[in-house]
């Protein structure tokens, strides 16, 4: 693994319309990583190597059932819905599946970046600032921007094969990616990607079996598929024609909560599955996305930038290995396989960026002006299940969605923006960007933000932030709806103008509105040493959370009403809807560092450290209609403890000859979960709304080891091992362990459940 900054020097794009900024005279914090770091960690997903790399980005430990399989970032301990992700600075269409399992991610919609193949990509801009008032909703923590490669000449294979210490998990990924040149120096660049990834099952003993049986921490059978292009034509001196496109399709099994052959609490089908029986979520995802443009510097003396993005994410959800208890009841049979639902999310964007560059004699340097537009289309459609899926109680594991959830929705967003940079004096650049939106369904919004960066010196910059920011509510969060089963208890999620929703009190969504500050100062004390810390606060008003939370009678009342029965088995029953549910303020540092020591005739070694703290506070919670607090004490610490305190990232590379060896150290701060309560307890406490055991997950750290070796000039090959320690999280009490099987907190954002893994890569040029 590579050092966390690709290069201090790099040229980057996001959080500026200068089209010559580096990142270390940016005035907002900008981390780049290229794409050779993000493949030498051995990680198979995008998302688990950016989080290994940047401590301000992590990601929830493990879902449940269809949550499983998104693969979904967020930075500053706010949630993937508040991070943008860009490929080529355009906006990237979200994921149409809602991360519905408990924890800090649940009822969000983020992009799944994994669905961008890592052979395409040249390198990733992190910016870590508030970044709305340029780029429109969403970017409230901050930009992920990906920028795929431009190469044109060669081909790359890259394959990586490993798994974890157990045994399991064994995971695959192989790509290939190849480059030529177009007349008139343009570019064409395509590559495809293969992976594989197997289960890694980490439950304890079942207190129904007393056997480890129940698959319910795990991850999920993934077989993918990816393809890509990134292209650009040179039409003239003036004007150019660029395109780039991904295609992927992933289909994903996840295991769910074991069912005895004879449990009476649970629905069982003693003929069927005399040895008990695990449904499984099976999800067929297709995911594309293409853009088309001109740019260009013919437009009445401005550069110009035109471009128009179609994107869409559709996922068939079946259900396998299971049964329906009613289906069998009525009609003496049951499948045992079902068809769910099907959702389907599609984004055509459509931008005009115009910039020019005016000098004047009064200022150190040219007035940057950009003025731009767009235009978005939105859709969001749920599909309905089979009938036998949502009859009655519907199929064991996961309820279906009946026609009267079925629902298609759409709405028009249209932006304008103006962003000037300039240099008042050699040392001071000041920056003032200011975008309104309208949106059909939520109103107007107008935000701005103004930036500032003072070089004292040579070894000695200040830079700061103030900015307003917005997110509209997904589609998906405002209709939204299901019914998810364990054998015990089974707990639902009610869009917010559906009739359930709207008998317990949900109301429709607001926007999410913010106020960022930020100050920085960046040091160069020595030769080759860099050192950024920033500080910031971030206030988020009418906060979208998964709230509301009624137990018993009035959740199955509501859930009926929406048409989702509870199945009569069900010991527990809890009803849940998306809300405005509460105002916060997150504080928090980024302090970066990196070192180059030349060792002469022995190499040289790139040192750095990167550290991330964070705190999230909630200044206010909102009621319902019925006057209800949205929020109980669990969902509280979801937003607030939940997440690290701090995430520390410190190591180096030595490279020397055809050798390089990488150790990096990740400790992760302590979490502090409001866990519920399963056993050993009176049963008035058992799923319970109110009651919750607190639980402090003490810190822990993962050390990572990789050693790589250049065979010749185009073949290398690399052997390493992440969390060599084979560390794993603390065991939750046997109180809050879920039928005994789920002994580990699968909601915290700390390190993973699986314990050590190893790998061995190859890269190969031609």
Do not use: C
């Amino acid at each position: 693994m590579a050092h966390p900054v690709a290069s201090d020097e790099q040229v980057i794009v996001t959080g500026t319309r200068d089209p010559h900024q580096h990142a270390r005279d940016s005035v907002s914090p900008v981390v780049v990583i290229s794409g050779a770091q993000l493949r030498a960690t051995g990680q198979a997903d995008l998302r688990d190597a950016l989080t290994m790399l940047v401590p301000s980005l992590t990601h929830q430990t493990v879902g449940t059932g269809t949550a499983n399989t998104i693969d979904s970032i967020n930075l500053r301990g706010l949630t993937s819905n508040q991070t943008l992700i860009l490929v080529n600075g355009k906006r990237r269409h979200p994921t149409s599946t809602v991360y519905y399992a408990p924890g800090p991610q649940q009822g969000t919609t983020p992009v799944d970046i994994d669905m961008i193949p890592t052979s395409e990509i040249d390198h990733i801009e992190v910016l870590e600032d508030g970044a709305a008032a340029q780029y429109g909703s969403d970017a409230i923590a901050g930009v992920v921007n990906v920028i795929l490669t431009r190469r044109k000449h060669g081909v790359q294979f890259h394959a990586d094969n490993g798994g974890y210490y157990k045994g399991d998990g064994f995971t695959s990924r192989e790509s290939i990616n190849g480059a030529t040149e177009l007349p008139n120096g343009g570019f064409f660049n395509i590559g495809a990607e293969v992976k594989f990834q197997d289960h890694a099952v980490r439950g304890g003993y079942d207190n129904r079996t007393k056997v480890v049986d129940n698959p319910i921490i795990s991850i999920p059978r993934e077989l993918q598929e990816v393809i890509g292009y990134n292209m650009e034509y040179n039409i003239n001196d003036t004007l150019k024609l660029y395109s780039f496109s991904t295609d992927s399709h992933k289909n994903a099994d996840a295991l769910q909560n074991y069912r005895t052959g004879t449990n009476v609490s649970g629905a069982t089908f003693p003929t069927l599955y005399p040895n008990g029986y695990v449904p499984i979520i099976e999800n067929a995802e297709n995911d594309y996305s293409v853009t088309l443009g001109f740019k260009g510097d013919t437009f009445l003396g401005f550069d110009f930038d035109a471009s128009t993005t179609y994107g869409g994410n559709h996922n068939d959800v079946e259900i396998a290995n299971t049964g329906s208890q009613s289906y069998l009841s009525t009609y003496g049979y049951t499948p045992t396989q079902f068809h769910q639902t099907a959702y389907t999310d599609t984004q055509w964007t459509n931008n005009l960026d115009l910039r020019r560059s005016f000098h004047t004699p009064v200022l150190a340097g040219p007035i940057n002006f950009a003025i731009g537009a767009e235009y978005r289309y939105e859709s969001y459609k749920i599909g309905a299940g089979d009938y036998n899926a949502y009859y009655i109680s519907g199929a064991q594991g996961q309820h279906a969605i009946p026609p009267g959830l079925a629902s298609t929705s759409n709405r028009d967003v249209t932006a304008g923006y103006t962003d000037v940079s300039t240099k008042i004096i050699k040392n001071w650049q000041v920056d003032l960007a200011g975008r309104f939106e309208h949106y059909t369904d939520v109103g107007n919004t107008e935000i701005g933000k103004v930036s500032s960066r003072y070089d004292v010196n040579k070894m000695l910059a200040f830079r700061g932030t103030i900015s307003s920011g917005f997110r509209a509510p997904t589609l998906a969060e405002e209709h939204f709806s299901s019914l998810t089963e364990s054998p015990t208890s089974a707990s639902g999620v009610l869009a917010v103008d559906s009739p359930g929703g709207r008998i317990l009190g949900a109301r429709p969504l607001k926007p999410e509105r913010s106020t960022s500050f930020s100050a920085g100062i960046l040091l160069n004390p020595v030769r080759s040493m860099h050192l950024s810390l920033d500080a910031y606060q971030i206030d988020i008003r009418d906060r979208i959370v998964v709230g509301g939370v009624y137990s018993g009678t009035n959740a199955i009342a509501a859930m009926e009403a929406s048409g989702l029965y509870f199945p009569s088995t069900s010991a527990t029953a809890t009803a849940q809807y998306e809300t405005n549910g509460a105002s916060t303020r997150t504080r928090g540092m980024d302090i970066t560092g990196t070192y180059f020591t030349d060792l002469g005739r022995y190499g040289h070694i790139n040192w750095d450290v990167a550290v991330n703290f964070n705190q999230t506070n909630i200044r206010s919670i909102a009621r319902d209609l019925n006057g209800n607090p949205e929020l109980n004490a669990q969902q509280q610490s979801f937003l607030t403890s939940y997440m690290p305190r701090n995430k520390e990232i410190f190591g180096g590379t030595w490279v020397w000859k055809n050798l390089d060896f990488t150790v990096h150290e990740i400790r992760y701060g302590r979490t502090t979960s409001n866990n519920t309560y399963w056993n050993d307890v009176p049963a008035s406490m058992i799923n319970s709304v109110h009651s919750f055991l607190r639980w402090v997950q003490s810190p822990k750290f993962q050390t990572n080891v990789a050693i790589g070796y250049n065979v010749t000039p185009r073949l290398h090959l690399q052997l390493g091992g992440n969390n060599i320690g084979n560390a794993y999280p603390r065991k939750i009490p046997y109180s809050v362990q879920y039928l005994g099987s789920e002994i580990y907190n699968t909601d915290v954002q700390q390190m993973g459940l699986f314990g050590g893994y190893y790998y061995l890569q190859l890269d190969y040029k031609l």
